[in-house]
């Protein structure tokens, strides 16, 4: 695809269309708090990301924002938009999902609580939650013919559950040209019929029925479901407050059912002093950022892969060779932290002697983008 001339002699860049609308304003400078989301105007954008926010694009599928371009990591990114699908968001110090570790019993199959009769309350920052029964896909997947002539594993694309559910996603292996195995590596949430499996062959593969990249014709897999009755998903529909601490959920009506909330926790600031012949320039990072507890379900693409943790660096406060809360400097908050990690100094010129005691403090962390319209 071809991008618009941006530059050179004599061009100079576009800003009298501005951010605001009716190209009011003149800037291309957005702040963006904890907790807020922009949509990006319609046309064509380059977008320089600092440390915490994303690009989003609204999934037809789940309901969902997704992320598009993660924070710091993507640079600059050109985003065609239609005003409406995709955006700039500091999601930082907000739940953005929920690891299932207990999925109950008893519930409505359906997606919203109106559906299933099955409200999930978070203890603070008063987000709303979408809860989703049964309908998951069962994680042994019949391969009622297993084709051949394959040369290189081919593609499977599982249909999408109605809207609000999560999609499921499965691979396979090969053996002799024929499909021996699939694994389901995300059983989704939310089906009310068992999906169909469609078979595209690599694009490789040119012994295949039907020839590279088309639909395979030999081979069918089955799937079926499983979960009926039982809280397969959760998303919060509106995110509420920005919050310090993990919350936890109530499930109504009562049952055995558990979760834990993942979050996407910015560091802030340390708390706690002390240790021994810390140098000057020592640095605190985080470490363990990702949530705990093993799921129900096989759907790391909506539990412990919803964010993409990135370590805070701080630089220390030090004084007589002791790290001090005093001076401290959050050069990078880091983003996409699940949980309240763990924190430690690391002395840069210096060998410490006795290990300072140190505590995050997690959060929403402001942000700043440059938006230049084409």
Same mark, same amino acid.
């Not at 990702?290 to 805070?312: D, E, M, Y």
């Not at 060779?321 to 959050?330: C, K, M, P, R, Y």
């Given at each position: ?22 190209g ?35 999934? &037809? ?13 993507d ?14 968001a500091?999601?930082? +110090? ?27 309350t978070?203890s603070?920052?008063?987000?709303t939650w ?29 249909d999408?559950? &109605?809207?609000?559910?999560f ?8 053996? +002799? ?32 029925a039907g ?24 998303? &919060?529909a ?11 959920f ?15 926790f ?6 706690g002093? +002390?240790?021994?012949?810390? +140098? ?16 129900v ?21 030090v ?13 990078? &908050? ?26 995050a ?14």
């Amino acid at each position: 695809m071809a991008f618009p001339r941006i530059g050179g002699p004599g061009i100079g860049l576009n800003v009298a269309n501005g951010l605001a609308p009716g190209g009011a304003g003149l800037t291309n400078m957005l702040t963006l708090l904890p907790g807020k989301r922009f949509i990006i105007p319609a046309g064509i954008w380059g977008i320089d990301l600092d440390t915490v926010s994303n690009i989003e694009f609204l999934d &037809p599928v789940s309901t969902m924002w997704r992320v598009a371009s993660s924070a710091y990591g993507d640079g600059h990114t050109v985003v065609n938009s239609d005003g409406a699908n995709f955006a700039v968001a500091n999601r930082t +110090g907000l739940p953005v999902g929920g690891l299932i570790t207990n999925a109950g019993t008893g519930y409505t199959n359906g997606i919203g609580s109106a559906a299933t009769g099955l409200t999930i309350t978070p203890s603070a920052g008063g987000s709303t939650w979408t809860p989703i029964v049964g309908g998951a896909l069962a994680t042994s997947v019949t391969i009622t013919t297993a084709g051949s002539g394959f040369s290189f594993a081919p593609n499977l694309v599982i249909d999408a559950p &109605p809207v609000g559910g999560f999609q499921a996603s499965a691979t396979c292996t090969i053996s +002799g040209g024929a499909i021996n195995a699939v694994t389901v590596v995300n059983q989704g949430a939310g089906y009310s019929g068992a999906p169909k499996i469609t078979v595209i062959n690599d694009p490789r593969d040119t012994t295949a029925a039907g020839g590279p990249g088309a639909l395979n014709t030999q081979a069918v897999l089955t799937a079926a479901l499983t979960g009926s009755g039982t809280l397969t998903g959760m998303y &919060p529909a509106s995110d509420g407050t920005t919050l310090s601490a993990v919350p936890t959920f109530t499930f109504s009506p009562a049952s055995t059912t558990a979760a834990t909330a993942i979050m996407n926790f910015a560091v802030v600031a340390y708390t706690g002093s +002390g240790g021994t012949a810390y +140098g000057s320039g020592s640095i605190v990072t985080s470490a363990n950022h990702t949530v705990a507890g093993t799921s129900v379900l096989a759907n790391p693409a909506h539990t412990t892969q919803l964010t993409t943790p990135r370590p805070c660096r701080i630089t220390a406060g030090v004084s007589g060779g002791a790290i001090t809360v005093a001076n401290q400097v959050v050069e990078d &908050p880091g983003s996409g932290i699940q949980v309240v990690p763990t924190i430690g100094a690391v002395s840069l010129n210096g060998i410490a002697t006795a290990v300072a005691a140190l505590t995050a403090t997690v959060g929403g962390a402001n942000s700043q983008i440059w938006m230049q319209p084409f």
